[in-house]
């Protein structure tokens, strides 16, 4: 079996099972955990805050940031593609109580300042107020496209004229970093708080980071214990975090099998597969007069698995359970199951 479902399925190395095992532990709740300590501060270092804090997951340190970040009735500005829109059950609005007013950001995959200004709304006694600003980088549903610091600093430059502050969802920013050759503190450094991965394409079995000021780490630390994310003996999933951060630069193998994926698919009758800019392949089957779902099952059955994405398209993702002979086998697999 091929799994290019997402690189969220990636198997823990025997280097992080052994990390697990031996982590030096404590009750993170008290901060006595002394792996968790030192993988929240590299992490920081890692994209240049002067806090962090290691969270179960994308999703809740996305949510964290937005109830910090707002007050209850606020509205939240973003991406209509945006993940924490689509994918995070309205967790906004549950857990923040805020409102979203969404935007097509379109192929930039961020608000233009143009738009920002527009969609602004200023408290009084009628209205709530824009309280955040949520970018994402890269840009899951869009493709996996690496969103340059120019058009986020634009972004965030409108926002902070108007008194907002800005989260970057950096689920993916490494590869973001890698594919724009440019360092991740350099590519977050006008955002005011930052979420990313250590799972995906980093290789981690569980866990995320959260990022910002002292001052917002403190408040996202009593929200997470709000949330059911006060952890006890956490050291023993922090460790394989350290030694996912030392993963960044095996992401370039990711890019270049997904190009080859692309490559490869987008010679076959019947499919349109653009360049990918990281790990992402999206693949458009509407040529071919298969819709995604159809595809999809198409392609499990000669043990390929992907994700439909929308009517005509398919998601498949690389990572480091992949590598370039799975790509070819892949791809010849592909062929036969929708000639």
């Known amino acids: 079996m091929i799994d290019l479902r997402s690189d969220t399925v990636t198997q823990p190395s025997d280097a992080m099972r052994e990390a697990a095992r031996d982590a030096d532990v404590g009750d993170d709740v008290y901060r006595d955990d002394p792996t968790v300590n030192e ?11 002067e806090a962090a804090l290691f969270v179960p997951s994308g999703t809740m340190g996305n949510q964290i940031a937005v109830r910090v970040h707002t007050d209850r009735g606020n509205e939240l500005l973003l991406d209509s593609e945006a993940h924490i829109y689509r994918w995070e059950l309205a967790g906004a609005a549950q857990l923040a109580q805020v409102q979203t007013r969404i935007v097509d950001a379109g192929d930039r995959c961020v608000p233009t300042p143009a738009q920002i200004r527009e969609n602004y709304v200023a408290e009084d006694l009628h209205r709530p107020g824009t309280g955040l600003l949520a970018l994402e980088n890269t840009h899951n549903y869009r493709g996996g496209i690496a969103v340059e610091k120019a058009h986020i600093d634009a972004a965030v430059d409108a926002a902070h004229d108007l008194g907002v502050p800005v989260h970057l969802d950096g689920a993916r920013l490494f590869n973001a970093a890698m594919a724009l050759d440019t360092p ?24 995320s980071i959260l990022a910002g000021s002292s001052a917002f780490i403190d408040e996202a630390r ?31 193998i990711d890019h270049t099998n997904a190009s080859a994926l692309a490559a490869g698919l987008d010679a076959i009758d019947g499919l349109s597969v ?23 099952d198409r392609c499990g059955d000669v043990d390929v698995l992907g994700g439909a994405f929308s009517e005509y398209t398919t998601r498949f993702c690389t990572n480091w359970d992949v590598d370039r002979g799975d ?3 892949a791809v010849d697999r592909i062929e036969t199951a929708i000639a």
């Open 39 to 49: 993988l929240e501060r590299r992490a920081a270092e890692a994209v240049g805050t």
């Open 184 to 207: 991740a503190p350099k590519l977050v450094e006008s955002v005011d708080s930052v979420m990313f991965c250590l799972s995906k394409g980093l290789g981690a079995p569980v866990g």
């Open 222 to 252: 009593r929200i997470r214990k709000l949330l059911g994310g006060g952890m006890r003996q956490a050291g023993m999933i922090a460790a394989p975090g350290l030694l996912a951060l030392e993963n960044v630069d095996r992401l370039e």
């Open 274 to 296: 653009p360049d990918p800019e990281t790990n992402i392949v999206v693949v458009d089957s509407s040529e071919a007069g298969l819709p995604a779902e159809e595809f999809v």
């Open 327 to 329: 790509v070819e086998t």
